[in-house]
């Protein structure tokens, strides 16, 4: 396989290497990813997290294993437990289904091809959204976003970032508001880092203060990412991403989603039939890992921690995707569907 370099993956003489994102800000530590349980463990801990960014780790790990000599029984076996490491995002199922069909029409090389091909659909998919959703953008916008979206979660630019970041290098002089994002802080911990290496201003906020800015008239448009849309629209995204769509539309506020086409599921009818992640306790309870320890609920506090949640196509301002911007006209009469 080709040497390839992201922002939070890398591939060097047949190595993948993963930055550890449940460190950050903290610390840049590049771990080796060798093994395919050891990349399960990776996306369940979210040292590798974002639609996107899972999908192509994935397959890169398994080409990687394919080259140096996996059977192909093998192959299917491991990828097949990939798939089904996080259960909400699609991106992950979309990308190794194209590389099993792949691995039908010669095995192992085209599984590499399909794979370095994944890598860079990635990037020029998220530039062509980036533009798209930077033509939505007006100068002096105060635009906010929830978790995080940009180089960390895919190998481009990013989805929602990608349109800020756009916004920003055109010269539109945005502000952007990041959510913390509880419980795990994709926001504080990873946008906050990805707008200041950047440039980007921006201004951190608890979840619980997007309301009060709104009502101040503080927030002009928001941009959030997917990590699935159903045929009709609905989108699962971060737990939170409902209460700012609900916000938005109580406030007349242009509320957008971004991702690329990969991100879509047409077999998914509606947001329903999304399955929703249930993490652990403890990740509401407190912190640990590179943060420390602390605990602040009872010990034997019970807990519900669903980690995405889904937003009803009608609250959403559009879907702006790599192939075009799409209204909720376009989703009712079928256009988003024939993207
Ligand atoms: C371009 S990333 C889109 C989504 O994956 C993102 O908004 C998100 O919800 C990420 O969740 P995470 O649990 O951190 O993987």
Partial sequence: MN???????????????????????????WLVCDSIDSMVLMIQKLQIRGAPAIGIAACLLLAIKAEKGLAEEDFIRNANRLRAARPTAVNLMNNIDSLLQASKTGYPKSVVDEAERLFYEDIELCNKLSELGNSLISPNSNILTHCNTGGLATVGVGTAI???????GSGKNVKVWVGETRPLLQGGRLTAWEMGELGVPYRLICDSMAAMLMARGEVDCIFVGADRIAANGDFANKIGTYNLAVLASYHEIPF????????VDLACENGNLIPIEERNASEVKGVSGGFGDCIWAPEGAPVYNPAFDVTPAHLVSAWILDTGIYRVEDVQTGKLARR
Avoid: M
């Avoid at 591939?11 to 950050?24: F, G, R």
């Fill in 256 to 263: 957008y989603v971004v991702a690329p086409h990969t991100t």
């Fill in 3 to 29: 040497d390839l370099h992201a922002l939070s993956i890398f591939v060097d003489d047949n190595q993948l290497s993963i930055l550890d994102q449940t460190q950050l800000p903290n610390k840049k530590q």
């Fill in 162 to 168: 990608g349109v800020i970041r756009k916004a920003h």
